[in-house]
């Protein structure tokens, strides 16, 4: 089981990528899946670690309905997530 900081700070790193997208020119339709994982990660932060599983799991289920952002700089946050997502539910399991 990982320590609670590692989890969380790569919670934060997860959020960051999220957040990131919302100041860049994103599609419609990406950038509504890109908020709304964004919001449910911003709920995961500090949150004990069932949260936390709930909510990453959300948001990769979100982020798996992004095909494309239409900006380059997005789709590098977007797949940085994706790793991140990954990362979080393995250390989890």
Same mark, same amino acid.
């Given at each position: =089981? ?7 700070? !790569?919670?934060?790193? /997860?959020?960051?990528? !999220? +957040? %990131?997208? %919302?100041?860049?020119?994103? #599609? ?8 709304? #994982? +964004? %919001? ?8 004990? +670690? ?9 948001? %990769? ?27 979080? /539910?393995?250390? =989890?399991?």
């Amino acid at each position: =089981m990982p320590s609670i900081t590692d989890t969380q700070q !790569l919670v934060g790193d /997860l959020y960051g990528h !999220l +957040e %990131a997208t %919302a100041s860049l020119p994103v #599609a419609t339709r990406p950038s509504q899946y890109l908020g709304e #994982a +964004e %919001a449910v990660v911003g709920d995961a932060r500090g949150a004990p +670690e069932s949260v936390v599983k709930k909510r990453v799991s959300q948001a %990769a289920e979100l982020l798996s309905h992004v095909d494309g952002t239409g900006s380059d700089e997005a789709n590098e946050h977007v797949k940085q997530a994706r790793k991140l997502t990954d990362e979080i /539910l393995s250390k =989890m399991e």
